[in-house]
């Protein structure tokens, strides 16, 4: 089993930036594949980025490419997203989820999801 608690959303001026946490319980964290995903109101969650479980394999959604950075420490257990340059349509909630053996852009095939955390970009 694996716990996730994401932290550090807000509000934020369009440009402006926020970073992400997102905090596991559990054994052979490492070993998870992390990712983020978003879900604005009234639209359908979409996935943001994903990382493995060594930090050195990564892919981004085509609309937050060049903006965010995930990256990982193991050693805290620990998923980050940095976002940059923020947009009002990247007002969301973010999910951290975790899987052992799935790395990819489909939301279902991850077992562990965080209860998100509310960014809010205003214009």
């Known amino acids: 089993q694996v716990q996730l608690v994401e932290s550090g959303g807000g509000l934020v001026q369009a440009g402006g930036s926020l970073r992400l946490s997102c905090a596991a319980s559990?054994?052979?964290?490492?070993?998870?594949?992390m990712a983020w995903f978003r879900q604005a109101p009234g639209k359908e969650r979409e996935f943001v980025s994903v990382?493995?479980?060594?930090?050195?394999?990564?892919d981004y959604a085509d609309s937050v490419k060049g903006r965010f950075t995930i990256s990982r420490e193991n050693a805290k257990n620990t998923v980050y997203l940095r976002m940059n340059r923020l947009k009002p349509e990247d007002t969301a909630v973010y999910y951290c989820a975790a899987d052992s053996r799935y790395y990819g852009r489909n939301g279902n095939d991850y077992d562990y999801w965080g209860q998100g955390a509310q960014v809010t970009v205003s214009s």
């Open positions: 559990g054994r052979t964290y490492s070993g998870y594949y």
């Open positions: 990382i493995s479980g060594n930090g050195g394999r990564f």
